[in-house]
């Protein structure tokens, strides 16, 4: 127990003195590895990080980023919001439901937040600031919906969570498409409740006619994700091979739409390089990290002293999603999943809770320090894009963090959200 406190002591003290969080891995880990004594057998450090970057299950990282940045580049954004005005803008408070909507449906085809934020953040920003919704609620409310992107597959941090605990992918995709329809829903009743008493405008009711043109726009995002799920459960491609597929998809919309030209794609494949990168990055120095540990059986230790203080499952899913939510305050989600899922799977084992429902509750318990101070990526992102103010969009957000709390709640007391339909189409887990 004293390596980890020392490694991911010093691995907190480095990220809170601004050294960047894949450094601060990896000098946490070298440092650790010295502490102890094992100094002298420095090539461990390179043979660690190539055994956990060099892992063929990873590969489909870098081609679910690099297809959301494709569906971001040939503008599908815009024919998803779209799509989602012409079907619920009528409604009072309509474009703040086309908010949570095209969220939604933009997550079945980027797999993360952050792409969600920069590809749907300044149009719905735009639009509702047009009609007289307050900018900070505006992009509050975008930054909030997003959450629901690394929920929904094909999901860029659920396989990070399937390499970890080594679960199927097919498993954790299927089972995050519940989760991600009871997160959107939470929000829908959130907005429904608010407009009672704060006034929202709806907008003017689609004819059939423009519903009917509006789907067909919208047609290549609704069915991206049911050709990469259909691709992977049914068997018929690995999760890398559905990236690839997602590609070359996005590739053939973009040429349909004469939509994407070489600047596009030269941005889409910088952006998703650098974004690859850095995963694998901090995959390979935590590798360190995780060998440390076992070697020193620092997971067995804190799964003894847990299962010591703790003798039930709801306290310690309870503890588990308190301890995330603050972590994730501080802590990109990626890091904070490598680092504590060594730690928290054999109590979670112990205490008989399904990993694929744990996968589901790591994810989303972390993702809330996207949009909550001090680190709130998505919150500096949201800023930069949309003008507000960090300051104020920090606060206007809190209320919008009660429907995804409550999904999460709900989640961890009820495994059947969670585990109903990989059951239902792959059969119980073995």
């Known amino acids: 127990m004293t390596l980890g406190l020392i490694v991911i002591g010093g691995f907190i003290l480095l990220m809170l003195l601004g050294v960047p969080v894949t450094m601060a891995i990896g000098a946490g880990s070298i440092f650790g590895l010295y502490w102890s004594g094992f100094g002298s057998q420095g090539m461990v ?22 297809a959301g940045n494709l569906m971001n580049a040939i503008g599908l954004t815009d024919r998803i919001f779209n799509f989602a005005l012409a079907l619920v803008g009528h409604f009072r408070a309509g474009l703040a439901y086309v908010n949570v909507i095209a969220s939604l449906l933009f997550s079945g085809v980027s797999g993360a937040a952050t792409a969600d934020i920069a590809g749907l953040g300044q149009l719905e920003v735009k639009a509702m600031r047009a009609r007289g919704y307050s900018p900070e609620f ?9 959450l629901v992107g690394p929920i929904v597959p094909p999901s860029i941090s659920l396989i990070v969570y399937a390499w970890l605990a080594n679960e199927s992918v097919a498993r954790l995709f299927l089972a995050g498409i519940v989760p991600g329809i009871l997160v959107a829903a939470s929000f829908i009743a959130y907005i429904r409740v608010v407009s009672i008493w704060v006034p929202m405008p709806r907008e003017p009711r689609a004819d059939l006619k423009g519903i009917g043109r509006a789907a067909i726009e919208g047609l290549p995002a609704l069915v991206a994700p049911a050709i990469i799920m259909g691709a992977i459960v049914f068997g018929f491609a690995t999760a890398t091979e559905a990236g690839v597929i997602a590609c070359a998809y996005s590739l053939l919309i973009g040429l349909a739409y004469r939509s994407l030209d070489m600047k596009k794609l030269w941005t889409a494949f910088v952006e998703s390089t650098v974004l690859s990168a850095l995963i694998m990055m901090i995959i390979g120095f935590s590798q360190i990290m995780g060998w440390l540990f076992a070697f020193e059986q620092v997971p067995q230790a804190f799964a003894s002293g847990i299962l010591d203080a703790i003798d039930s499952r709801a306290v310690f899913l309870g503890f588990t999603i308190v301890l995330l939510v603050v972590i994730g305050c501080f802590m990109e989600a990626s890091p904070a999943k490598i680092i504590l899922l060594p730690l928290l799977l054999p109590v979670a084992d112990a205490f008989g809770i399904d990993r694929v429902q744990f996968g589901m509750i790591i994810t989303l318990a972390l993702l809330l320090g ?3 101070p001090p680190l709130g990526v998505g919150l500096y992102l949201m ?31 009820f495994p059947q959200i969670t585990l109903w339909l990989p059951d239902l189409v792959m059969g119980p887990a073995q």
């Open 45 to 66: 450090v390179p043979q660690q990080i190539l055994d956990g970057a060099a892992k063929p299950a990873l590969l489909a990282i870098p081609f679910f980023i690099l």
């Open 138 to 146: 505006a992009a509050a409310l975008t930054v909030a919906t997003s």
């Open 370 to 372: 996207i949009a909550t």
């Open 383 to 413: 800023s930069a894009v949309s003008g507000v103010r960090f300051e104020k969009l920090a606060i206007a957000i809190l209320p919008l963090m009660i429907p995804p709390i409550v999904a999460l709640i709900l989640i961890a007391t």
